[in-house]
């Protein structure tokens, strides 16, 4: 018999703020594993192998899995811990309904037939548009093809999203206009084996902690490293050369960087007349960006701008790694462009130990925006609004094109169309948006305007305590199915245990939804092997060519490199050998990127930069890290961020309590007093909901070309709270 849920409220109360739990035994469960599972971590994009240790059909603990070729055994903080969130007592083990305030319990049958009758009644009321799905990328590939799937055919929708429009999308939108293909240019493998490493907008060490170890070894064979980042993160303390830029600027130093490779001679003109096209441009464009002109704006003197460009020229091969702090702006897309140009015009790609990447955020970054869950794709990365690309869907899905529903809104625009009663339905797995989407007062509004909402989790999650009915889903190592890691490696996750109680593994769950939406026969899968051959066999001809590609193929080459287009066909793991681009004529498209100012400028009444990020303890929203204990222990509640200059100006001093205020919200916080910050810059972690939102502070500012927010920029002010922080305490 299962556990009961508890109540909202008891759920709320039993860890405070915090949600920490560390079972009773902990460690001490390792010795008696009945058996170890071989899988991956369920957080980040750099998916390491490990072991779970099973004991009486829970998971009981990990075990580094060595020969895996990625992280050979090495976990962050997160991939040690991460077994803690199996029989936490806050999973959910049942439907449940809203009754009033809290929930009540409901059986499986009528929940499922409840979402379909609810979504069906405001369709026919206010039209197949009315209702939205949101959606994820910690989702295997299975799951993110079912959704699309799911959106288009059985709820008939165009509305679906992800949560990777938050994340992946300026890069990946920059990488397909570029290259014609949206993947990291090469393995990791190459990292090792280059002269220069340039990081820009990556904390490396708390975000991709495993891809330091590959960046040291670099190091030890001698190669530099430049990082670009307004705080002096870990990485960026060993580095040879260190630009703290100011937030938002990255374009203009791009194009200042590239103006001085060019005048010293730089250019691979060879590279650039055979494998490129639109150089010119960028030419007279980056003309006017010297390094005097930006070194104001961007925050960093000329001759370091200087510097930064002759190591570049100097290195014979270099590896551009950049990640949300240059992609989490309004001119996102155009920053990607920037690194692209520089890397383009010396020829520094596709090569052994010489490449390109951006290092994808969530456990599932790059499958998840691959296979269709994306409000303007279709399965095998093709274009929704490609005639060719929907009609070869279309048949593969055994209906007429036109049955396909047309290019729905970004996930931030879904909640801004909920806002204004445009779509009253949703039904969401995998995403938090009350903790992760900007100006969290706003989204906690369109919440409660939902006329109907459905969530998916294993927890209850802030967003889903809106919601008129809970899902019981599935933990990660509750399922089967492939997850693709930063690289571009196809992996499998490995289900450890059952799911729980009455908890059900996802792709069941939307399958049965679908069956009673009419559309049975469609979604007739036996389990998530036959969701990936249908996925793969779809996927042949498009840019995400899954096609040569099985689980028993992953298995055998510990993980398969796409493109892959046939049975034989060992896989590609790095990209763009030989100059050859995935453009129709092979070639790469240089962009001219002009700097833009971000959306919101500082100025006398919020005279202050805030910039927001994580901590290696804590993972996005923090439904799963806010409640594991030794995590939480690690950095219990977010602190801001300031220099030394800016908190004397201020009059406040380390650990003293101060109000962080923008045009959109307030925040109570602990301030934290550190050398290694712009002192015009503040930063502000995110993983927390409520009065600790970051995103009470940010802004609904998006990139016009990849829908993603603003989230490194905003304007604030900084008070001094009169309370001393003992006080706050009793
Ligand atoms: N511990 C931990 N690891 C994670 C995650 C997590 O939540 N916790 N999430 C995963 C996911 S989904 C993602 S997307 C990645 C994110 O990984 P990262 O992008 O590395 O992490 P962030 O903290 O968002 O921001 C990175 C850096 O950008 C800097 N920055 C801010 N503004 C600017 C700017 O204007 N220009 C430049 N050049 N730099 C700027 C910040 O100071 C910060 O050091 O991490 C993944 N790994
Ligand atoms: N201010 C600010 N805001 C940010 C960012 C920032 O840097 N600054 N970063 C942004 C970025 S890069 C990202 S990626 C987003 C992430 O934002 P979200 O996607 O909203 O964060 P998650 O914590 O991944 O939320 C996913 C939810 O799905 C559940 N879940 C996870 N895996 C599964 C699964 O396999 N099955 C089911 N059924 N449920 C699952 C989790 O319990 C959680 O409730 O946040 C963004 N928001
Ligand atoms: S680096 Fe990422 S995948 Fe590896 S253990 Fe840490 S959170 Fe998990
Ligand atoms: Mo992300």
Redesign the pocket.
Known sequence: MAKPTASLEELVDRHGPHLSYEPPGGFAARAHADRKVKTHC?FCGQQCGVQLLVQNERVVGVEPWEEFPFNGGKLCPKGVKRYLQNNHPDRLLQPMVRTGNGFGRIPWDEALDLVVERVRRLQERHGPDSVAILS?????NE?AYLMGKFARLAVGTRHIDY??R???VAAGAANLKAFGIDRAANPWADIPATDLVLVLGSNVSECSPITTDYIWRARDRGAKLVVVDPRLTPIARTADLYLPVRPGRDSALLNAILNVVIRRGGVDHAFVAAHTSGFDEVLRTVERYTPEAVAREVGIPAARIVEAAEMWVQAPRTFLLHA?GIE?HTKGVDNVLACINLVLATGKIGKPGCGYATIT???N?QGGREHGQRCNQLPGARDIENPAHRAHVAAMWGVEPDVLPGKGYTAPQIVEAIHRGEIRGLVS?????L????DATFTREALERLEFFT?????L????RHADLVLP????EE?EGTVTSAEGRVIRIRKAVEPPGEARA?WRIVCDLARRFGQGERFAFAGPEEIFAELSRLSAGGVADYSGITWDKIERQMGVFWPCPAPDHPGTPRLFEGGRFAHADGRARFHAVEYRPPAETTDDAYPIILT???VVSQ??????TRRIGPLVEQYPEPRVELHPKLAAKLGVADGERVRVSSRRGALELTAQVVATIRPDTVF?P?HWPGAWS??L??LRAYDPVAGI?E??VAAVRIDKLEISHAAALH
């Open positions: 369920c994820g990328a910690s989702l295997t799951k949560n990777g938050l994340c992946m949300r989490h955020g969530q456990g970054g797995l995998c995403f938090n948006p903790v992760s989407l900007p969530a998916i989790d294993f927890f999650s802030e967003t889903a889903g599935s933990l990660q399922d996802d927001t990020g994580r993972f996005l929203s923090g439904t799963q502000i995110y970051a995103n502070l940010t927010p989230f490194k």
